[in-house]
């Protein structure tokens, strides 16, 4: 079966710090990968998503950054910190052949402080 | 291109029934429905695919009307076990892409 873990779950970091978010899948080959934030009590914002190693597409203009150094492998960075990062950043995966007929499946989410 | 969902919030009573509502500007090829507990991950529900179609499970079910470009969650005879907020997600049909965008979500919360 598929599993997907996120990695820390909690995080508290000051202004202007870097960042670094990992999520990985296992389970499953090949499969789209996303990275959403979601504010308090807001919904589900699409930052970054992802069809193949290599293969980012950003969403939203802003300090954050993705990678995908593997098949499996997720992670969601930044340079530079500002207040406006905090929220709640999930990670999810579809199947191969696109989102649009396959569910997503979500990590357990890292709650992001930024102080 | 964010679909729209009503209402905002609701309060049942437990044992009473709920539609959530979810509707588009843009021709829609999938909609998609999650329910996330406060603290928790977004939890898959269901997805519709074919305009309209049908779909449910226990007493959750959805219908989707293509030419409306809208979907309806239906919860029936709701348990405590509902509430949390539930999310909309439709993938448009104007072309190959990879994501599906979500609505804001309708928090439902059930009194015993």
């Known amino acids: 079966s598929q599993t997907i873990h996120q990695w820390p779950a909690t995080l508290v970091q000051p202004v202007g710090s870097p960042l670094s978010l990992e999520c990985t899948v296992e389970?499953?080959?090949?499969?789209?990968l996303y990275w959403y934030r979601q504010a308090a009590g807001r919904g589900l914002q699409l930052l970054f998503y992802?069809?193949?190693?290599?293969?980012i597409s950003s969403e939203v203009p802003q300090n954050l950054s993705a990678s995908r150094p593997q098949d499996r492998q997720f992670i969601l960075s930044s340079k530079k910190l500002l207040l406006s990062d905090s929220g709640f950043y999930l990670c999810a995966w579809s199947g191969v052949g696109g989102p649009w007929s396959y569910e997503q499946y979500f990590g357990p989410g890292t709650r992001l402080t930024v102080t | 291109q964010q679909p729209v969902q009503s209402p905002q919030a609701v309060i049942l009573r437990e044992g009473e029934d709920a539609v959530i509502n979810c509707s588009s500007s843009?021709?829609?090829?999938?909609v998609h429905w999650y329910r996330q507990k406060h603290g928790e991950a977004p939890v898959f529900l269901m997805i519709l695919l074919k305009g309209g179609e049908q779909k449910g499970h226990d007493k959750i079910s959805a219908s989707f009307n293509e030419k409306k470009q809208q979907s309806s969650l239906y919860l029936t005879a709701s348990q405590l076990s509902y509430s949390g907020t539930y999310f909309c997600?439709?993938?448009?049909?104007?072309?190959?892409?990879?994501?599906?965008?979500f609505g804001k979500g309708t928090r439902l919360h059930i009194l015993p």
């Open positions: 997600g439709t993938a448009p049909r104007d072309g190959r892409d990879d994501k599906i965008i």
């Open positions: 992802s069809v193949g190693i290599g293969q």
């Open positions: 843009k021709a829609l090829y999938s």
């Open positions: 389970g499953t080959s090949n499969p789209n």
